[in-house]
């Protein structure tokens, strides 16, 4: 039986393998797919927001595509419906009952592919799914597969035909980040890397279904201080009792954030968290989850900005 340092180790190498592996494709963003991997390994979802050909999907796809698992890929769609991602019943003539026929969410690795053009309807099925890790339909339930991790990409809001996220459904997501423009040189070395073939093509699978099990039990064991977890929930709370926020952070952005932190404390091959992992990834869990006053947009504000403001206020263990 491995120890408890042992077995942070061999999940520090399966992290450290998967991100080389993602990298052979993703060309420097080594931060985006770091947090990637600390949402996937403490069991959070990431919704990923940026303009179009910036790398989401592929990013989502490579990801899959290097751990042995089930992938799905759902394209939203205004005509999209709950069933369509959910499943449905289906009248069996042999049998003559009613048999549930299994959506695409029965997976383990789910992509939704432009989460906002879907209507807040077929949005909505996912809220379950996300936060219970299984589907009621009929008044009976069924379990989603283990693990089940979402990566939702969306275009920016200022496109035509998007339905922004109702607030339910953002607070789902434990992360929510964009990739961004890579530099002149970086962009030119992604044309030369695809003059023949795609990197895509080549990519393997790195890591086996005891390996992933292995960093999402490991994470567990990451050891993070009373002080911290105290910081942790007066970052949140300081967002309920600001002037400029409408809608603060409840207390699943507490759980995310400590979460999350742990992570990252793995993706770094250590057995602690620290406040730098604390304050890495305060922004990308909890901006997303608040509302700015209508006046405080108005003045140019930002959720970003408050934040960043916090963490200069609210003290930090040292």
Known sequence: MKSYSENIKTAFETVKTISENLNKVIIKQENNIRKLLAA????GHVLLEDYPGTGKTMLSKSFARSIESDFKRIQFTPDLLPSDIIGIPLFDPET??????????????LLADEINRASPRTQSALLECMGE???TVEEKTYPLKDPFFVIATQ???????TYPLPEALLDRFS?????GYVSEEEEAKILSSQKEKHPFESLKACASPEEIQNLRTSVKSIHISDELTRYIVSLTNATRNLKEIKLGAGPRA????????RGLALCDGMDFVTPEHIKEVVIPVI????SLEPQAIYEGGSAENVITELLKTVPCPS
């Open 40 to 43: 996937f390994v403490s069991g």
């Open 96 to 109: 003559k009952k009613f048999q549930f026929r299994q959506g695409p969410i029965f997976t383990n690795i």
């Open 133 to 135: 890790q299984q589907v």
């Open 155 to 161: 275009n920016p809001l200022e496109f035509h035909g």
């Open 175 to 179: 992360m929510k980040f964009s990739l």
């Open 254 to 261: 507490s759980l995310a954030l400590m979460e999350i932190s």
């Open 287 to 290: 901006a997303h989850r608040i």
